[in-house]
């Protein structure tokens, strides 16, 4: 998959799920959130690394590599909730 695809599919994802959960790596827990706080947290982190490869700041693989680790730790179940770790 290309950049543009990914993208769309983690937005695809987070979209239709009615619940998020995100893994807390200290407590070993998945917590519940809302929507807007990881599509934040995605479009924020996707927007600075674009702006910083547009610079020269950034290789261009990282940008890469950010899209397919979040588009594998964003998996939706069958209930349509979203557990991302």
């Known amino acids: 998959m290309n950049n543009q695809e990914l993208r769309k599919s983690i937005l695809s994802k987070i979209s239709k799920a009615k619940t998020i959960y995100v893994f807390n790596g200290y407590t070993e827990f998945y917590f519940k959130t ?29 940008l890469n590599d950010y899209l397919e680790e979040f588009n594998n730790n964003c998996k939706i179940n069958e209930h349509m909730e979203v557990y991302f770790n």
């Not at 809302?34 to 947290?41: F, N, P, Q, S, Y």
């Open 34 to 62: 809302i929507k807007a706080d990881l599509l934040e947290t995605f479009r924020n982190t996707y927007k600075n690394l674009s702006e910083s490869i547009k610079k020269g700041t950034t290789p261009k693989y990282y």
